[in-house]
C-alpha cells in the first residue's frame, strides 16, 4: 500500500487560493483586462477559485477560462494538426495561467505555446498551489501555494471537492517506474 502524508486539508487550500488572490492584485495594482487561465483539469477548479475570490475583493468581473494542452506536450504521440485549438482570446490581456502542481515544466511550456498561438497577451503570469521543483525546463511561477521538496519517488496530488469530493494536496510514495511527468 502507498504511504501518503496529507500536505494542505481544505483549510490550508482555502487560505493559499485566499492569499494568492491577494498577491496577484497586490502585484498588478488591481487588475484590469486580465483573463484566468486554468490549465485543465484541477487548474481550472483553482481558477474558478481565483475567479471568485478576486471578484469578491475588487467588486469586478474576471473572465476565466480553460485551456487543454494535451494538443501541445512534447512527451506525447500526437502534435497539433493545422490551426489552433485554442479559441482563448489572449490579445493584450494579462493573462493569469493556473495549474495545480508545477514539477517538470513541460505542461506549463505546452500552455505558454497555447496562449502565445491565440494571440499576443500584454503578459502571462503563473500561479501554482503547489511547487514540488524537478524542473526540466526553465519555467518559474510567479505565485506559490506551497513549496514541497520531492523525490522523483514521489506523487503530489492535489484533490479538489468538484471532482474528488474533497480539497486537499497529498504527498504519495510510488515505487520506480511509476512516475507522473507534468
Known amino acids: 500500500m502507498d ?21 496577484i492584485l497586490e502585484r498588478n495594482k488591481g487588475i484590469s483586462n486580465a483573463l484566468i487561465v486554468g490549465i ?22 474576471i473572465e476565466c477560462e480553460s485551456l487543454n494542452v494535451a494538443m501541445y506536450r512534447d512527451d506525447r504521440d500526437y502534435r497539433p494538426k493545422q ?7 489572449t490579445t493584450e490581456k494579462l493573462i493569469i495561467l493556473v495549474d495545480d ?28 498551489l503547489v511547487d514540488r521543483g524537478h524542473r526540466e525546463l526553465p519555467i518559474r511561477a510567479d505565485y506559490v501555494g ?21 480539497d486537499s494536496v497529498v504527498l504519495t510514495q510510488i515505487e520506480e517506474g511509476q512516475q507522473e511527468y507534468k
Open 3 to 23: 504511504e501518503q502524508r496529507i500536505l494542505m486539508d481544505s483549510d490550508g487550500v482555502m487560505r493559499v487560493v485566499r492569499r494568492i488572490s491577494h498577491e
Open 40 to 61: 485543465e483539469r484541477r487548474g481550472v477548479y483553482l481558477a474558478k477559485r481565483l475567479q471568485r475570490e478576486i471578484e469578491s475583493i475588487e467588486g469586478i468581473r
Open 83 to 89: 490551426g489552433n485549438p485554442c479559441t482563448i482570446n
Open 101 to 128: 502542481v508545477l514539477y517538470t515544466g513541460r505542461t506549463i511550456r505546452a500552455a505558454l505555446n497555447a496562449l502565445m498561438d491565440a494571440g499576443r497577451p500584454r503578459a502571462i503570469q503563473l500561479a501554482v
Open 146 to 166: 506551497k513549496n514541497v521538496p520531492t523525490s522523483h519517488l514521489e506523487n503530489v496530488h492535489v484533490n479538489v471537492s468538484e471532482v474528488d469530493g474533497e
